[in-house]
């Protein structure tokens, strides 16, 4: 399973919708898929699944703004 892939899947299960998979360009926190404490889950989640930790400190909602936008922030990530 790709990087992008296990990704989306981390998100749906903490945005609670499959929204996040059928359209990558969901304005997240427009549309209030994710708020503050979902931010945290998802996270904690990447860290788990990724063993790439982001701390609060380090966020800029801008560049988690949609689901594309994540897998490019992660994928940037791991590569460093």
């Known amino acids: 399973m790709s990087t992008s892939t ?3 899947e981390v998100l749906k299960n903490v945005a609670e ?3 996040v998979e059928r359209n990558l360009d969901l ?3 427009d549309s209030q898929v994710l708020d503050s404490m979902k931010t945290v889950e998802l996270m904690v989640a990447i860290s788990q699944e ?3 930790d ?3 400190a380090e966020f800029e909602r ?3 703004a949609t ?3 994540i897998i490019a922030d992660v994928e940037q ?3 460093s």
């Open 6 to 8: 296990r990704l989306i």
């Open 27 to 29: 304005p997240l926190y």
């Open 50 to 52: 990724f063993g790439v």
């Open 54 to 56: 982001i701390s609060p």
């Open 62 to 64: 801008d560049k988690w």
């Open 17 to 19: 919708t499959d929204e």
């Open 67 to 69: 689901p594309r936008m």
């Open 77 to 79: 990530r791991i590569a």
